[in-house]
Structures are given as structure tokens and as C-alpha cells.
């Protein structure tokens, strides 16, 4: 794969609203999974999860707008001036015939259609708001992006559970390297904390059932893990082809290399036990970028904080790195925050490349009691000094897909 630029970052999660206080949160280990008040969980076996608190402080959405939107694209026009800003682009100046946008998510905007719904039937269908058609749907905020922006080139919302917003940007990076467009916003946003959405997270049965130990309810990789903590947030890139960003003496802050994708096909939700098509993936990923499992100085993993999640990404992790896996630090951020599902990629891509700023490994929290079938480097509870020039991250969906983007320092 050619080079391609990462110039902007825009950053929704309930770490943080902007780069500085999203990567001091993280760096010091805190903890922002909570218990949900905002709507009664009480009767849910999972009530926790991580909440944007500051969305309206950065808002750059009217009012009138707000009303016919959920907060899934409300979250994605924050997050996409957000980018566009940090990347110094002016939108007025772009043709934007040439600028497109790839956005990712697992389950839509249910708040609005839950409110809707609920409307119809105790009002009829004249209680149902007329936006509530362009309201829910996964491609909404693409729609939203491109109106507030007047975008027009080739774009593309993708639906694969956790790994939606990964694919996102890695299909992003291809259609610059094809010259598809010289400008794309990509990224991925989720907003699962509502009554139905919850509901749906909980009888998939990977969520944490540690309802009273909030901040510490999320352990991947920890022997005593029982699921992963929720969360809502959006993280969206600019992206352009490193030619482009030279000449316009653009801000890298790394560059997308590779990518791979494979999928386990032995179960409805479950990975492979096994690991061998996310190893696939890992060394397609490799290949793409030309380089050798020795060569990668961090991985940034999935970590589903499920028993056959974390064992089969151990396993896989092994079968490519062979001896010198426990030489690479394998990291979860996300036990921060909790997992964004269809947009836990974009905040991943995001944390890596700010800890190839910082030089420095972001930890695994609430890493309690070790496990000897994950018997790696998960940067314990403290972050870790560590120059990275290069770096993985994973992503998987339920129903075994796996999704690896290689990531190079500029």
C-alpha cells in the first residue's frame, strides 16, 4: 500500500473531547466507565458504560438541526470539524468532487428510534417524527457529514460489528492509493447507551456483569475478565496521500501502510478458538505493509475482555510473532473508556498514533490476576516508555471478523 497521510484528528469519548486531556486521561490510567443514569438499567444484568459528558461544549450543530438527528451523527459532525481543524484544511478551497468520507458503526442511531417507535405506538403513526426515516439508519452521519460540508465524492458507510470503523479507514486509505479521492474523512462513531441498544448489547453476552465495580468492571486479558464495558464516542481522520500532505507541509501524524481482513466462519458471534484467520489477517496486514513480524514495536489489541476472545488474540498474536510475542507490548486503552463497538477502531487508530508521538505504550487497566493461556506484555495498569515506529491494531467483530491496520511513525 502507498503511504497514506493521517493530517487531522477528531476525538468524541468519555476520555476526552480534544487531544490534550484524551491523552492525559489515558496516560495516567483513568478509569470513565460508570454506572448509566440516564435512562433505569436496574433491570439489566450489564449497567455500566462509558459516557461523552462535554459533546454540547464542542457542539457545532444548530438547534433546529439537533431535531431531526440522533446523537450518533450529532457525535460524528463534532468529530469531523474537529479533524478538519486540527488538520488545517480549509473546506472552501477543496473540490469537493474529490473529498470523501468513510464512516463505520455496528447498530445505528436507536435513541431516536426508540423515541419514535415508542410515539408510534401510543400516538399513531402522526406521532412519529417525518425524520425519523433519515434519522436511525448507519449511513445517517455520512449523510449529515456531506450536507454540513456540501461533500461529494465517492463515500461509503461500513456495518461490521466492532471492526466497522476500522474497515472504514482502511477502504479509505485504498481509494486514496487508487486516486479515488484527494481528501476523506474516515473514522467511526457509536451510541449503544440507550434502553433497546443496551438491551441488544446485553443478550449478546459479552458485556461485564461487574455492575458495582464500575471503574474496574472491564479486565481484558485478566484471568477473572467476564465481558467488556460499552461505550459511546466517535473518532474521525483526515486522510490523504503523502505527497499531498508534503506539499501542503501538512502535520503527520503517521501513516496507514497495510491492512488485512479474514473472516473465522465457525459461529454466529464467537471467534475461532483457534486464532488462525486473525493470524492470517496479521501477516496479510504485514505483507501489505512489506514488513516482517519484527519490525512491529506495539500492538494495539482488540481486547474483547471475553475468555475466548483475549485467548484466541493471544493465540493468533503467537502463531505470527512466534518467539519474540512476549517482546512486543500488547495493549487494551479501550478498558478506559469501554469499547465503542463499531467505532472502537477509529479511537484505537487514534491512541496509537498518539502514543507514537509520545513514545510511550498506553496500559491495560483493572489487569487484576494473570492468565496463563494470555501470557503476554498487556502493559499492566501503568504505561510504558517505548519508542514505536511501527504498530498494529486489531479489531474484531462478532461472527469472527478480524481487521488489522498497520500503522508507520512519519
Not at 2 to 19: F, H, Q, R
Not at 82 to 96: G, T
Request: net charge neutral; hydrophobic share 40%; glycine share 10%.
Amino acid at each position: 500500500m502507498e503511504k497514506i497521510a493521517i493530517t487531522g484528528l477528531g476525538i468524541v469519548s468519555p476520555s476526552g473531547m480534544d487531544k490534550r486531556s484524551f491523552w492525559a486521561n489515558l496516560k495516567a490510567g483513568h478509569s470513565k466507565v460508570e454506572k448509566i443514569e440516564r435512562f433505569d438499567a436496574s433491570q439489566y444484568p450489564s449497567r455500566i458504560a462509558g459516557h461523552v459528558h462535554d459533546l454540547d461544549a464542542y457542539s457545532n450543530v444548530s438547534s433546529r438541526l439537533l431535531k431531526k438527528i440522533d446523537v450518533f451523527s450529532h457525535m460524528a459532525l463534532v468529530a469531523s470539524e474537529l479533524a478538519i481543524q486540527d488538520a488545517a484544511i480549509d473546506m472552501a478551497k477543496e473540490d469537493l468532487k474529490r473529498v470523501g468520507i468513510f464512516m463505520g458503526n455496528a447498530i445505528g442511531g436507536w435513541l431516536y428510534a426508540e423515541t419514535e417507535l415508542r410515539d408510534m405506538y401510543l400516538e399513531g403513526r402522526e406521532g412519529v417524527s417525518p425524520f425519523m426515516a433519515s434519522a436511525w439508519f448507519p449511513a445517517a452521519p455520512q449523510g449529515q457529514v456531506s450536507i454540513h460540508y456540501g461533500i461529494k465524492g465517492y463515500s461509503k458507510t461500513i456495518v461490521s460489528d466492532r471492526a466497522s470503523s476500522l474497515m472504514a479507514i482502511a477502504y479509505a486509505a485504498k481509494n486514496l492509493e487508487r486516486n479515488n479521492n484527494d481528501l476523506i474523512l474516515a473514522g467511526g462513531m457509536e451510541a449503544p447507551v440507550t434502553p433497546y441498544a443496551l438491551l441488544c448489547c446485553n443478550t449478546s453476552g459479552v458485556l461485564t456483569k461487574r455492575n458495582d465495580e464500575a471503574e474496574t468492571a472491564y479486565r481484558p486479558f485478566d484471568k477473572t475478565r467476564d465481558g467488556m464495558a460499552i461505550a459511546e464516542g466517535a473518532g474521525i481522520l483526515t486522510l490523504e496521500t503523502g505527497e499531498r500532505a508534503g506539499k501542503r507541509k501538512a502535520h503527520a501524524y503517521g501513516y496507514i501502510t497495510g491492512f488485512g481482513t479474514t473472516t473465522d466462519g465457525v459461529d454466529r458471534i464467537e471467534p475461532a478458538a483457534d486464532g488462525k484467520q486473525l493470524a492470517r489477517a496479521i501477516r496479510m496486514a504485514l505483507d501489505d505493509a512489506k514488513l516482517d513480524p519484527k519490525d512491529i514495536d506495539y500492538i494495539c489489541a482488540d481486547g474483547a475482555g471475553t475468555v475466548i476472545g483475549d485467548i484466541s488474540e493471544t493465540k493468533a498474536i503467537k502463531q505470527v510473532f512466534n518467539g519474540n510475542a512476549q517482546k512486543i507490548p500488547v495493549s487494551a486503552p479501550k478498558s478506559m473508556f469501554g469499547n465503542l463497538l463499531g467505532a472502537s477502531g477509529a479511537l484505537d487508530v487514534i491512541l496509537t498514533l498518539l502514543s507514537m508521538e509520545h513514545s510511550t505504550v498506553l496500559p491495560t487497566i483493572n489487569y487484576l490476576k494473570a492468565d496463563p493461556e494470555c501470557d503476554l506484555d498487556y502493559c499492566p495498569n501503568k504505561a510504558q516508555a517505548k519508542e514505536i515506529r511501527n504498530a498494529l491494531v486489531i479489531n474484531r467483530g462478532r461472527g469472527g471478523i478480524n481487521a488489522v491496520l498497520v500503522l508507520q511513525k512519519n
